[in-house]
T-cell receptor, first 114, second 114 residues
Framework: DVKVTQSSRYLVKRTGEKVFLECVQD?????MFWYRQDPGLGLRLIYF???????EKGDIPEGYSVSREKKERFSLILESASTNQTSMYLC?????????????FGPGTRLTVL | DQQVKQNSPSLSVQEGRISILNCDYT??????FLWYKKYPAEGPTFLIS?????DKNEDGRFTVFLNKSAKHLSLHIVPSQPGDSAVYFC?????????????FGKGTHLIIQP
């Protein structure tokens, strides 16, 4: 059974803190993605990676960075958390060989920045 | 500029009836279209997809229709069941875009009433 796991379901941080969100997939997928979901805005792509040590900016990369040192792990980093980064963060993985480019999502991390 | 649009934030349907969720897109480079279902506090789960070379794809109670000339697709659920109550996201990608992430609409909250 395919699985994407995220390190925390709920996280509360203070403004200015450095925040790490971890994501691990066990499907040997090349591609991994970070999205955020906000009410009325849907899912928006922050960063993605198509290979180890490779990263590409998505639609809203400002204030975020990523790290992919191993194929199965993709980390999202908030260098200095701000209140407008309070959101649901969703990690996904996929493979270009999958029909229709489908992606598999983790359960999400609800981050609150105070 | 919103490339994938779901113009109905919510939809209420009686149990046993047909649910029709609509989605419009503007980018003619999109070749694959996907529907995801999301329950609160969970990640989205893949539901059904369609390639632009087809106009219909069916999987059990779920059927997706694509009208490429109108840049419009719809998801039909029949008969609707209480467990179908969720937020449904329409998503699109370009051929070979499996590494580039999906473009999502803002979602439609489907409520199935007993």
């Amino acid at each position: 059974d395919v699985k994407v796991t995220q390190s925390s379901r709920y996280l509360v941080k203070r403004t200015g803190e450095k925040v790490f969100l971890e994501c691990v997939q066990d499907m040997d997928h090349e591609n991994m993605f970070w999205y955020r979901q906000d009410p009325g805005l849907g899912l928006r792509l922050i960063y993605f990676s198509y290979d180890v040590k490779m990263k590409e900016k998505g639609d809203i990369p400002e204030g975020y960075s990523v790290s992919r040192e191993k194929k199965e792990r993709f980390s999202l980093i908030l260098e200095s958390a701000s209140t407008n980064q309070t959101s649901m963060y969703l990690c996904a993985s996929g493979n270009s060989l999958l029909e229709h480019n489908e992606q598999f999502f983790g359960p999400g991390t609800r981050l609150t920045v105070l | 500029d919103q490339q994938v649009k779901q113009n109905s934030p919510s939809l209420s349907v009686q149990e046993g009836r047909i649910s029709i969720l609509n989605c419009d897109y503007t980018n003619s480079m999109f070749d694959y279209f996907l529907w995801y279902k999301k329950y609160p506090a969970e990640g989205p789960t893949f539901l059904i997809s369609i390639s632009s070379i087809k106009d219909k794809n069916e999987d059990g109670r779920f059927t997706v229709f694509l009208n490429k000339s109108a840049k419009h697709l719809s998801l039909h659920i029949v008969p609707s069941q209480p467990g179908d109550s969720a937020v449904y996201f329409c998503a699109a990608s370009a051929e070979g875009g499996g590494a580039d992430g999906l473009t999502f609409g803002k979602g439609t909250h489907l409520i199935i009433q007993p």
